[in-house]
Antibody, heavy 117, light 113 residues
Framework: QVDLVESGGGLVKPGGSLRLSCAAS????????MAWIRQAPGKGLEWVSY????????HYADSVKGRFTMSRDNAKDSIYLEMNSLRAEDTAMYYC??????????WGQGTLVTVSS | DIVLTQSPESLAVSLGERATIRCTSS????????????LTWYQQRPGQPPKLLIY???SRESGVPDRFSGSGSGTDFTLTISSLQAEDVAVYYC?????????FGQGTRLELK
């Protein structure tokens, strides 16, 4: 059974940092691109970043470029999102997802990031 | 950036009736060399992550009921639920994977009438 479990969310002050993790199981992790997608409370979906199966390429949304860094560890079947210089508008549920057939499937349950003073 | 516009923003349909949601792209998302449209549909039930329904505009994901279908090409796409069931109450999103940045439509909220 394919499963993705995010962790690392929480409350952080504006300007602060947070590191999200996503642990994968049930599939050959190193064969797939992976992605982070976020959803602000009551809002729609926003793609954040994706990473190639071997660690490249990596692409970011303009809204996070220069502040967020995505990485992966194929030995640990995990991806990460290092988030710096956090802003109130980064408040969202952050989902990790596997990329396949030009789609994201499955998605994890998400981890909530709240940026507030 | 490719902008996806969904219509309507919300929709109320009776049980057993048809629901139709449209997604219009600001530019063509047809990969002519592969003859594939990189347009995907997701369902998001309350409190749940999105679930893949349709990929490549018209290919139904394994396990998705056949009342869900996708159609369209180029810039105009449609998700159809042929006979609405109670469990179909959700927000539906389209998404394009044709070019970065990957973008989503704003969502369509489907409710029971």
């Amino acid at each position: 059974q394919v499963d993705l479990v995010e962790s690392g969310g929480g409350l952080v002050k504006p300007g602060g940092s947070l590191r999200l993790s996503c642990a994968a199981s049930g599939f050959i992790f190193s064969d797939y691109y992976m992605a982070w997608i976020r959803q602000a409370p009551g809002k729609g979906l926003e793609w954040v970043s994706y990473i190639g199966s071997t660690g490249s390429p990596i692409h970011y949304a303009d809204s996070v470029k220069g502040r967020f860094t995505m990485s992966r560890d194929n030995a640990k079947d995990s991806i990460y999102l290092e988030m710096n210089s956090l802003r109130a508008e980064d408040t969202a549920m952050y989902y990790c997802a596997r990329a396949r057939a030009a789609a994201f499937d499955p998605w994890g349950q998400g981890t909530l990031v709240t940026v507030s003073s | 950036d490719i902008v996806l516009t969904q219509s309507p923003e919300s929709l109320a349909v009776s049980l057993g009736e048809r629901a139709t949601i449209r997604c219009t792209s600001s530019q063509s998302i047809l990969f002519t060399s592969a003859n594939k449209n990189y347009l995907t549909w997701y369902q998001q039930r309350p409190g749940q992550p999105p679930k893949l329904l349709i990929y490549s505009a018209s290919s139904r994901e394994s396990g998705v009921p056949d009342r869900f279908s996708g159609s369209g090409s180029g810039t105009d796409f449609t998700l159809t639920i042929s006979s609405l069931q109670a469990e179909d109450v959700a927000v539906y999103y389209c998404q394009q994977y044709y070019s970065a940045p990957i973008t989503f439509g704003q969502g369509t909220r489907l409710e029971l009438k």
